[in-house]
């Protein structure tokens, strides 16, 4: 989405007539604090003093909030036109209005701006420039030049200043900074781009040529490991990564112990920064190094690109079972990185070994990095906690840290959907503003007939090999020994409808005829689609205004409530409690594995027409 795009002689008419805010707003039509308009519009009145020299065409192009694709980021100001070859060249600006840095970090690419660390305006600036690289095609087949740079208009240099120091050096090569007194130098980069106007055809070209299917971590493991950039990390995810990298690099050369919990929902990358930190420290760091879940279907996903390239035995000692450090030495790793921290349980579950996985992860390792999204524990199970977490860091002595990851990159407008997800399961914190607009990007459906909502993940799937159907754990697993027999498993009469679960002989998630199969909760969790297809069985219905939960509903041979049936005689309410949390977790967690789309089809009709009005 473009907030703002008109050519320089509108720009600078809109500027000198007060009408970038109200133009932006217009387009935005979301609230926007005060503080960022004021940001619009010095942005606007800095660059209309440089543009209006004569020396630029009056038909170059200016943009201003540019939403970039997929994420929630938007790009300050752009220029476009031709440059002295006639080529579409798109100069992207960062602005800020810092004053002061602080000081340098030890960590890549970032700085301790005004505020807080963080990731340094060029930076900022180039990692728009790689995703614009990575998903627009217009860009990715270099029809169009994108050059990136930041200005920082009230920040005055001073000697061994922190923002321009030699340790940015290469970073200020590929995306060079400006800083107040320096107009002149932002105009000779501009001319040294762009000669001639455009008349808004690069606009047309980014619009035309569109954007290119969205990367998924599964399909990279294999470049990351190999140290490739294959998705930019930006925002939070860039001071998560670093300062992961930092952690580990010093827990490793003074041999302090410490741990980090990163928190974060469906969509934040979670997984993203877990590999990518698993191929920086294991190939460029040289550490001995293991990506950790409790999931085998996630491990079977990641490693099954290796296999190519990796040897068995080496592609097992980087992806390992949350049960691998029973009986493994005080810090015999240097780095330990434990993805959906969430599912791990106290013992292991091969004949109930061990004493607790947390506190032997966090014993196995100089650095344990804990990822977890508490509104995914989906199994009675289901052990890891920030509070129990804790305490077996400090049992041991361990330094903690902490980070928070907020919905980028998943769903497109990801956010809000994750809002609207929880709003309508009734979680007691679920935001109910919620900006509808992510409609116009993301496809929600909710279908009456599970055969229509097969037929389109069916369609969906053709392209890419990226759409399955999922479904809660309703209907017992009668084909698990028999895959091929004419026995079926999630049966609904009245449509004529039969699915069998996910076979246990393939992979699941990448297999071409997997998307004739139901996959669950633990098949799913932690792995990303193009297009998600959810069958909501009888444990969630509507009643009365009311989503309620049912765990008499589900599957006799489901095991994520083992015992609740037996102690719901004793405790009614605890249990029904416990239930609750479980069966709306499983169906958040399942609707959000869709990055385009996700299809639903209820069971229950009153479910389905109360979430139908709640998408008007």
Sequence with gaps: MISYVESKTEFLEDVNNNRIAKKILEKLRMNVKEGEQEAWIDAANYMKDILKDDIFPDDITVYMEFKLYPSNKRIDFMISGLNSEKKNTLIIIEFKRWEIAEALTDRDDMVNGMYKIEPHPSYQSLSYAKNM???????????????????????????????????????????????????????????????????????????????????????????????????????????????????????????????????????????????????????????????????????????????????????????????????????????????????LTKKSNLNMRGEDQIKEIINSARFAIFFIDPKQQVHVDDYGTIDRIEYFAKKAGAEISYGKLNAQFRCIGAENFIDWVEASLQYEDANNEIDMGFLKDYDVRIFDNPNDLRREIIKCNEKRNKARIVAGDCWNWVTKKDHEGDKYDIIIPEYDFKMKWNFTNTIWATDEKSVEQAGCIHTSQGLEFDYIGVIIGKDLRYENGKVITDFHERAKDDKSIRGFKSGYKKDPEGVTKKADIIIKNTYRTLLTRGQKGCYIYCVDKKLAEYLKKRLK
């Design 133 to 343: 690289k990575n998903f627009y095609v217009a860009v990715q087949e270099e029809k169009i030049i994108v050059k990136p740079c930041s200005c920082l208009h009230n920040y005055k240099k001073t000697e061994n200043d922190a923002i321009t120091n030699a340790h940015y050096k290469e970073l200020l090569k590929e995306s060079p900074i400006f800083l107040n007194g320096e107009e002149d130098k932002l105009k000779q980069f501009i001319t040294d781009n762009i000669k001639y106007g455009d008349n808004k055809e690069t606009i047309h070209m980014i619009k035309n040529q569109g954007i290119t299917d969205l990367k998924q971590l599964q399909d990279n493991i294999l470049n990351i490991l190999k140290g490739k950039e294959e998705f930019s990390m930006m925002g939070l995810q860039k001071n998560i990564f670093e300062e992961a990298k930092r952690l580990a690099k010093l827990s490793r050369d003074y041999g302090k112990k410490r741990v980090y919990i990163v928190e974060g929902g469906p969509g934040t990358g979670k997984s993203v920064i877990a590999i990518n930190l698993l191929g920086e420290l294991t190939e460029k760091c040289k550490m001995d190094c293991q990506y950790v879940s409790k999931n085998s279907s996630i491990r079977d996903v990641y490693t099954l690109p290796l296999k190519r390239e990796y040897k068995s035995k080496e592609f097992k000692n980087l992806f390992c079972g949350s049960g691998s450090y029973i009986n493994k030495k005080k810090n015999e790793f240097n780095t330990l990185i434990v993805d959906e921290a969430h599912r």
